[in-house]
């Protein structure tokens, strides 16, 4: 052995065989020049040997002795106990030490019978010039890595920020203020307005300015996900839970949520039989996969949404109340359109500035007569509705000018069904009446969903499929 790769103080032999450790260190003596520390561990990851180049790079205090010591307690982040669990070498690897990376190798140690003594790990500095392609690589990619990443997280942050909020009422401003505020608690948060007012906006947005921003925002919505299925959309399934299900597990919104928000759109269409489910995972902060018999703690904020009168559902006792006072412990109301219709103005121009138009072509304008015609209606879609109004007038438009007269022609007509003309074929006759029949039963129910589909007795799910398919979601 020489001096360079001298395990210093007295060896720690495991009963099993620290020797073979000690052994394969000295043939890797051979190649000293090219790493610059090594360690070697028993086969159940503690310490056997340490170099002195090594110890030199850790700091280690001349009279230290770390052999019998688990490995993670000298480097935390060190996968040697990895390669003895595995027996697998990782021939190529990096590790950071301080602020300087580190090429590592790590490989197991047999005996002559094959069995597992230990494992032994080299260290290369950044120094060495053969190993400088592969630092300056890594490097570059993780430089990219976290530009890719602040790119991404602004642009999340611009797009769901509540300054795309759009409104300058008074009772904007106020809700603004109220949503600031709740962002900076970590309680649970219901968002009651009707539909199109922009409560999932507002979810974002209170994501965002929480201390969870760098978390992840999951949503699911209610009444999209056919029922039987929400429960395993939240919680999760075990492997192989089901019969013909998913030999893998997979993650429940809950844990997918985790260290973030999980926000649950159309909270009013969760079923009775959920809304025990949920109570019980809200007050204990853990969970239990379908078909597992383990529990996981999970950390998330809910944050709720609802278009539905809920007072009804709990008068109903279609929703329970004590789940109702967990969720609603802040609780915002998003004022509808027509409550602001000052903000038409602000509102007209900012949803305009998305409406795409021709290359070449100046930024819409929209008369001020023309908005004088929006605010003569009183919005059952609100903002969602304004925004499809604006798209279709510019559609329409021969050029960036908005009148009044183009803004009567695409503004909604409700009650009235329009002609079939001849010759459209009975498929679109069909479809046009089927249209019409959802645009009317949801200004029936007040934009409601589940109440409009109802009202035309198809299921939840049936009815967001046709609102995709006619574009009126
Ligand atoms: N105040 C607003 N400023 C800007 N855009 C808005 C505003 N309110 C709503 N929108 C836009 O209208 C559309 C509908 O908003 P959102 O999906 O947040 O509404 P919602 O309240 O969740 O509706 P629903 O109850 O139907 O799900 C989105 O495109 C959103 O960006
Ligand atoms: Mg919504």
Not at 7 to 19: E, F, K, L, Q, V
Not at 378 to 400: I, Q
Request: glycine share 6%; hydrophobic share 45%.
């Amino acid at each position: 052995m020489t001096d360079k790769v001298t395990p210093i103080g007295t060896a720690y032999r495991h009963p099993s065989g620290a020797a073979s450790v000690e052994e394969a260190l000295n043939a890797f003596s051979l190649f000293r020049e090219y790493f610059q520390g090594a360690i070697g561990v028993d086969a159940e990851a503690r310490i056997t040997w340490i170099d002195a180049r090594y110890r030199k790079l850790l700091k280690l205090p001349d009279d230290f002795d770390p052999n019998g010591l688990p490995v993670e307690e000298l480097i935390p982040h060190s996968l040697m106990r990895q390669v003895v669990e595995t027996g697998r070498p990782m021939l190529l690897d990096i590790m950071d030490f301080d602020d300087r990376q580190f090429v590592v190798c790590r490989f197991p140690i047999r005996d002559d019978d094959g069995a597992l003594q230990g494992a032994a790990g080299f260290v290369f500095y950044d120094n060495v010039d053969h190993l400088q392609p592969i630092l300056k690589k890594f490097e570059t990619l993780k430089t990219q890595l976290n530009r890719a990443r602040a790119a991404l997280r602004r642009e999340r942050q611009t797009k769901y920020s509540l300054a795309n909020f759009i409104g300058a009422s008074e009772v904007v401003k106020d809700l603004k203020a109220q949503v600031r505020r709740f962002a900076l608690r970590d309680g649970p948060a219901l968002i009651l307005g009707e539909t199109g007012t922009g409560k999932e906006l507002l979810a974002h947005a209170i994501h965002q300015s929480s201390d969870r921003a760098e978390g992840p925002f999951v949503a699911v919505n209610m009444a999209a996900v056919p029922e039987s299925l929400l429960e395993s959309e939240f919680f999760g399934t075990a492997p192989g839970a089901f019969t013909g299900a998913e030999k893998k597990a997979r993650k429940g919104k809950f844990e997918l949520a985790h260290g973030g928000t999980l926000f649950l759109d159309e909270i009013g269409d969760m079923p009775l039989a959920l809304q025990a489910k949920f109570l019980r995972v809200l007050q204990e902060g853990e969970i239990e996969p379908l078909g597992s018999n383990s529990i996981k703690k999970i950390d998330v904020r809910v944050i709720s949404a609802t278009s539905q009168d809920l007072d009804e559902r709990l008068q109903n006792k279609t929703f329970r109340a004590d789940l109702y006072y967990r969720l609603a412990v802040l609780t915002v109301n998003v004022p509808p359109l027509r409550d602001r219709l000052d903000d038409m103005p602000v509102l007209a121009e900012r949803l305009l500035e998305a409406v795409p138009r021709m290359v070449d072509m100046p930024a819409w304008e929209i008369a001020a007569d023309a908005i004088a015609v929006l605010q003569d209606h009183d919005w059952p879609g609100n903002v969602r509705e304004l925004g499809n109004v604006l798209e279709r007038a510019a559609a329409m438009a021969r050029n960036e000018h908005l009148d009044a007269d183009l803004i009567a022609r695409v503004m909604p007509k409700r009650g009235r069904a329009a002609p079939v003309l001849p010759g459209s074929g009975l498929a679109d006759a069909v479809a046009g009446a089927e249209k019409r029949a959802i645009v009317e039963a949801l200004a029936a129910a007040n934009g409601q969903k589940s109440a409009a589909a109802e009202s035309l007795g198809v299921s939840r799910s049936q009815f967001y499929e046709k609102l995709k398919r006619y574009d009126l979601g």
